[in-house]
């Protein structure tokens, strides 16, 4: 069975495969991690665009590994997931340093890079250096957990072994990049998560799955994820035609993104005022009002939802407790990376009764 699946596989790849992508067939290593990074917790469709303007302004790793900072991290928004971004640039670096610029060329140095797992190093390895490792992601599991009617959860020990185990052993040893390539773009045109083109499927016979009508059964995953919810209420104070924004830090959602003055509460709060005990203590006296409170918004982290509103406040005299918050021209609030949150918030146009 073995052999039959990767030669069947192959066979797919060069007679039927037809999907485009502009990194496919690249041995640039740069490129092929570049186009891998963008496309971690991003579908190929969003991340396309992303990786040419990357391309485009840093033609290579040193301009990657030189450029500002602020500037990369803008160019990212909008992708989410921004510790890939903090990774892309430590990593560029450490090339840069480590490597005079040469992307290293072996599988372990590449995974001792920031941000890159086995996944990633297995593709870059395999694309690039025609290494002999085989990826094992999402897409892969389902295909082996469907094709061999493997009923051990991919989220244990024990199946992430088996998983990986079997996905070396059908690897192509003399052309392992052509297939890496060729298992992912099945999982992602036929093997689908959802209603999977089975009648197209030159796997169909031998596949466990559909013989016993397991399909949509597999793969199985032991732990569900837990999502828990947070609520952001976003106060835009603005003293005479400028805002306050500060840098997010730590080690939480958005780091490095700027964001403004945040009042995260436990739960969804019902009643926005000045009597607002957070709004007391932020405006400390000061005269003050409300011009306008936004609709809810809602984001769909991978573990947790985020729902906020955003609440424009107009001050008279600047604020001494937002003393360390940069206060700009509303005009410059483009020059910063911001989170999708709220960058969702400032690109909608305004109802009439929501304008300030």
Sequence with gaps: MKPDFTRKLLQWNKS????????????????????????QQT???????????????????????????????????????YSRCKNLIAAARKIASDYKGKFPATYDEIIALPGVGPYTASAISSFAFNAPHAVLDGNVQRILARYFGITTPVDTTEGRKLYQTLAQSLLHQDTPGIYNQAIMDFGAVICKPQN?????????KECEAYRQNLVTQLPV???????????????????????????????????????????????????????????RKLVNGQQCHIESISRTYRQQLTHQTIHGRFIKLQVQEALPTLSNFLLIDKKQLSKYAFPRFITAFLGEPATPAELF
């Design 221 to 279: 995953k032991q732990k569900a994820i837990i999502r828990k919810e947070r609520w952001f209420y976003y106060f835009i104070v603005e003293h005479k035609g400028k805002w306050y924004i500060k840098q997010r830090t730590g080690k939480d959602i958005w780091e490095n993104l700027f964001e403004f003055v945040l009042f995260e509460s436990p739960a969804v709060v019902e009643n926005i005022t000045l009597k607002l005990p957070f709004l």
């Design 16 to 39: 039927s495969n037809k999907r485009v992508m502009p990194w496919k067939g690249e041995k640039d290593p740069y490129k092929i991690w570049l186009s891998e990074i963008i496309l």
């Design 196 to 204: 999977p083109l089975c009648q197209d499927c030159v796997q169909q």
């Design 43 to 81: 579908r190929v469709e969003q991340g396309w665009s992303y990786y040419e303007k990357f391309i485009a302004a840093f033609p290579t790793i040193i301009h990657l590994a030189r450029a500002n900072e602020e500037k990369v991290f803008k160019m990212w928004e909008g992708l989410g997931y």
